[in-house]
């Protein structure tokens, strides 16, 4: 069955510091695989996407995810969190059909 | 930049009563997508709709929920008998299918609060 996981539920990182969200999927074929990000009662926004090529993506904000197939996973990075940072962020996968199955979310905080 | 808007932002109704939920879509985008997030759970895929047609559904997505594209810009969520497990923001999507993929774009979503 599709599924995505996102082991960590919170984590905190001191502002300037780096930063790395773990993302685990599970899919038959090759993914399409997305990080969104939710501020506190906003919706979703899209901060990258991989569909294929380069296994490196860069994104908005600054961030950045590796795509590694032999592990299934595609972690979202940042080299300096800033104090906006702070939000929940969702890793997901499409299937064939468009459909997003979505991760639990990891929850950003940032202290100063 | 064009983005999905969504009305209302809040809505609160009471259990059995019938909502529907607004979406605009993005204006030259084909496929168009539900999906709705309970409070401290992750989002879910409710259902996805193409070519005035639904194209997959949850097994959430009963036959208290419809759909609906009433004119060229709108896209509908009803909801026929509320139930307090309905509670949950509810969020519209759309796209359109490119070389590279499609990438849904997500409304500010609907706050739906049913006592």
Request: hydrophobic content about 40%; glycine content about 8%.
């Given at each position: 069955a599709q599924s995505v996981t996102q082991p960590d539920i919170h984590i905190t990182v001191s502002e300037g510091a780096s930063l790395e969200l773990r993302c685990n999927y599970s899919y038959g074929a090759t993914p399409y695989l997305f990080w969104y990000v939710q501020s506190p009662g906003q919706g979703l926004q899209l901060l990258l996407k991989y569909?294929?090529?380069?296994t490196l993506v860069q994104g908005i904000k600054g961030f950045e995810a590796e795509f590694k197939r032999s592990q299934s996973s595609f972690n979202l990075r940042k080299p300096s969190v800033h104090w906006s940072d702070a939000a929940e962020y969702f890793c997901a996968v499409r299937n064939q059909g468009g459909k997003l199955i979505f991760g639990q979310g990891t929850e950003l905080s940032v202290k100063p | 930049e064009p983005e999905v808007t969504q009305t209302p932002s809040h809505q609160v109704t009471q259990m059995g009563q019938e909502v529907i939920l607004r979406c605009v879509p993005?204006?030259?985008?084909?496929y168009f997508y539900w999906y709705r997030q309970i409070l401290g759970q992750k989002v879910e895929f409710l259902v996805s709709f193409y070519n005035n047609e639904i194209s997959e559904k949850s097994e959430?997505?009963?036959?208290q929920f419809s759909v609906e594209r009433p004119d060229g810009s709108n896209f509908t969520l009803k909801i026929r008998s509320t139930k307090l497990e309905d509670s949950a923001m509810y969020f519209c999507a759309s796209s359109r299918r490119t070389a590279d993929g499609d990438t849904q774009y997500f409304g500010p979503g609907t706050r739906l609060t049913v006592l």
């Open positions: 569909f294929s090529g380069d | 993005i204006s030259n985008h084909l959430i997505f009963d036959d």
